[in-house]
């Protein structure tokens, strides 16, 4: 196939190599959800997502390779936080959100969590990902600022995590029943913090 | 061997049961640190315990066991939170434990959160280990409301949970560099909040 601009030859998002990786990566995911980390393999990838093995060793070639893709994939949006006109409101809503990716113990968030204890590749992928949706919330407290509901200086970075921690700690790390009031709860004590002071 | 309670014949904690128990689990957590889960295993630690591999087996059974009882005899000990005199006090003093536990890539605590994502029996006795000391560190909200820096009617776990869960979340799932204010200032954080309202 030709790699010149031609009408057909050129390969654009959406063609047949984004249909091979969003194939693949599906496959990863519902594999891991399904079996756990010790179910991941080139083979069963290959054989879940129909694309041949060598293709799939080539492009990844293992399972870190592909945790990490699937964590690049997922970045790969124009994802923003929800713009509600308050802070609480953008709290609550950013929290609502992570509530409902770890709330189900079928969910693809704990299983990917989980198996960045396995893979140093997938580990690093997560926390970049991670990284960059925290960047990108910043602007719920630069959006504060600007109405006049925080000071200046607030620590944008410190602040979503304060709205966000329990949510992690309390579903995945102490494995605590799923109540949609700790998406609120956690979402509210943020704002109390912050704005105290 | 009687078991009647004669002189020499009674089990007694710190006895030959109680010093078998001690070498086979610091061999379970020192391999756990050194090798993670997949270097666990009951001739592992026979060996590395130099306890017999029946008396092992007999006993613990298996890995998920002998992680079950690293929890069990962590949490039979008569930890207390500081009493520091001020509720920010104690706070600082709590996060500085929790901070200290999980600040190197080699902390036993890290190793076993590892852990509990491999073992169903490992991840139920951390979060009952956990959920014990959470309702020890209670008697730091009853203090600060005995001596009225706190309403009547704050929800201890909430409270705590604010104060800890930015650590756990920054060292151990973000994994951001360690850095000691983080545990002064998840704290702070938490008693701005709670004596906001």
Same mark, same amino acid.
Not at 83 to 102: K, M, P
Not at 115 to 123: D, I, V
Not at 128 to 150: I, K, N, P, T
């Given at each position: 196939m030709s790699e010149s601009a031609g009408t057909t030859g050129l390969r654009r998002p959406g063609g047949r190599t984004a249909r091979t990786r969003a194939r693949v990566l599906e496959a990863v995911t519902s594999l891991l959800v399904e079996t !756990?980390? +010790? !179910? #991941? !393999?080139i083979d069963a990838v290959a054989e879940r997502s129909g694309v041949h093995r060598a293709t799939v060793y080539r492009r990844w070639r293992d399972v870190g390779g592909l945790l990490a893709d699937v964590f690049d994939a997922a970045a790969d949006d124009d994802w923003a936080p929800a713009d509600t006109g308050s802070l609480l409101g953008d709290l609550i809503a950013l929290n609502r959100e992570v509530f409902a990716s770890l709330? +189900?113990?079928?969910s693809v968030t704990r299983a990917l969590i989980a198996a960045s204890f396995r893979s140093a590749p997938a580990a690093a992928a997560l926390r970049a990902f991670w990284r960059d949706r925290y960047r990108r919330c910043a602007v719920v407290v630069s959006r504060a600022q600007a109405r006049g509901e925080l000071p200046d200086g607030v620590d944008a970075h410190r602040v979503l995590v304060m709205a966000t921690a329990p949510l992690y700690h309390r #579903?995945?790390?102490? !494995?605590? =029943?799923? +109540? =949609?009031v700790m998406a609120e709860d956690a979402a509210r004590d943020a704002v109390s913090a912050v704005t105290a002071g």
């Amino acid at each position: 196939m030709s790699e010149s601009a031609g009408t057909t030859g050129l390969r654009r998002p959406g063609g047949r190599t984004a249909r091979t990786r969003a194939r693949v990566l599906e496959a990863v995911t519902s594999l891991l959800v399904e079996t !756990g980390f +010790d !179910g #991941l !393999g080139i083979d069963a990838v290959a054989e879940r997502s129909g694309v041949h093995r060598a293709t799939v060793y080539r492009r990844w070639r293992d399972v870190g390779g592909l945790l990490a893709d699937v964590f690049d994939a997922a970045a790969d949006d124009d994802w923003a936080p929800a713009d509600t006109g308050s802070l609480l409101g953008d709290l609550i809503a950013l929290n609502r959100e992570v509530f409902a990716s770890l709330r +189900d113990a079928t969910s693809v968030t704990r299983a990917l969590i989980a198996a960045s204890f396995r893979s140093a590749p997938a580990a690093a992928a997560l926390r970049a990902f991670w990284r960059d949706r925290y960047r990108r919330c910043a602007v719920v407290v630069s959006r504060a600022q600007a109405r006049g509901e925080l000071p200046d200086g607030v620590d944008a970075h410190r602040v979503l995590v304060m709205a966000t921690a329990p949510l992690y700690h309390r #579903l995945i790390l102490m !494995g605590e =029943p799923p +109540d =949609p009031v700790m998406a609120e709860d956690a979402a509210r004590d943020a704002v109390s913090a912050v704005t105290a002071g």
